[in-house]
């Protein structure tokens, strides 16, 4: 079965830090561009950060500066670190693989 599961979402104070892992199961993430997405209430998905399969790196404006996109293909997983965080970073982040596999994400709150 193949799936990936998000992990590492939770409450944090603005200003503070989260690190979210990306797990793979049933498929291998080598070779293949692996993505992060993020959807507040009432809005649409958006794109957040990528990596290729090479490591070559991509981020929303939103988030330049402040995150920041790894692989580890060898543990099968692809992590995103996430400073100084913002209300705005509020939403349920998600890891896509390829173009077509999607994990059920996990929930990021920023607040005071």
């Known amino acids: 079965q193949v799936q990936l599961v998000e992990s590492g979402g939770g409450s944090v104070q603005p200003g503070g830090s989260l690190r979210l892992s990306c797990a793979a199961s049933?498929?291998?993430?080598?070779?293949?561009?692996m993505a992060w997405y993020r959807q507040a209430p009432g809005k649409q998905r958006e794109f957040v950060a990528g990596?290729?399969?090479?490591?070559?790196?991509n981020y929303a404006d939103s988030v330049k500066g402040r995150f920041t996109i790894s692989r580890d293909n060898r543990e099968n997983t692809v992590y995103l670190q996430m400073n100084s965080l913002q209300p705005e970073d509020t939403a349920r982040y998600y890891c896509?693989?390829?173009?077509?596999?999607w994990g059920q994400g996990t929930q990021v709150t920023v607040s005071s």
């Open positions: 896509k693989k390829g173009a077509f596999i």
């Open positions: 990596i290729s399969s090479g490591g070559i790196t």
């Open positions: 049933g498929t291998a993430i080598s070779g293949n561009f």
